[in-house]
């Protein structure tokens, strides 16, 4: 028997964010598509669309490099064909010793069972902040 798209969806959220609690970028990585493409979105700033699997790996490596303590909690996850949306509340700890404790929201994109585009919110009314928390 198959798992349902949305049991699939769910269990490729929770692997994506064990990865990232885990800091395994190789295991980060294996959930991604060769021709995939990741931007983050923050409140205070927009980065650049980055594409392909070494863009992706070597933003996430200096977001790995600057948290010395990472730990994602999903909140919910909504999903339609082919995207998944899920809410997580992100706390960590910063290399400098500053607490960050946000929630953000991730829509992704599915091709073969892996994420094709990631597109990360930070900040702002998409993503309502827990009272005393600051920023990425």
């Keep these: 028997m198959t798992q349902s798209v949305g049991r699939q969806f769910e ?16 295991a980060i990585m294996d ?3 060769p021709g995939g493409s990741y931007q ?13 699997l070494d863009g992706i790996r070597e933003t996430f490596a200096k ?18 064909a082919g995207h998944v949306v899920f809410r ?12 960050i404790d ?5 829509l992704l994109t599915i091709r073969d069972g892996l994420v094709m585009t990631k597109h990360t919110f930070v900040g702002g009314p998409h993503a309502p902040q827990p009272k005393g928390s600051r920023d990425v």
């Design 102 to 106: 946000v929630n953000t929201m991730d």
């Design 40 to 52: 983050l979105h923050d409140a205070r700033r927009e980065t650049a669309l980055v594409h392909g």
């Design 11 to 26: 269990t490729l959220a929770a692997r994506y964010a064990a990865a990232w609690n885990a800091r395994d970028l190789a």
């Design 63 to 80: 977001d790995l490099a600057r948290l010395t303590a990472i730990h994602f909690e999903l909140l919910d996850l909504h999903e339609g």
């Design 88 to 99: 997580s509340r992100l706390t960590a700890t910063t290399n400098t010793g500053d607490a």
């Design 31 to 33: 959930l991604h598509h």
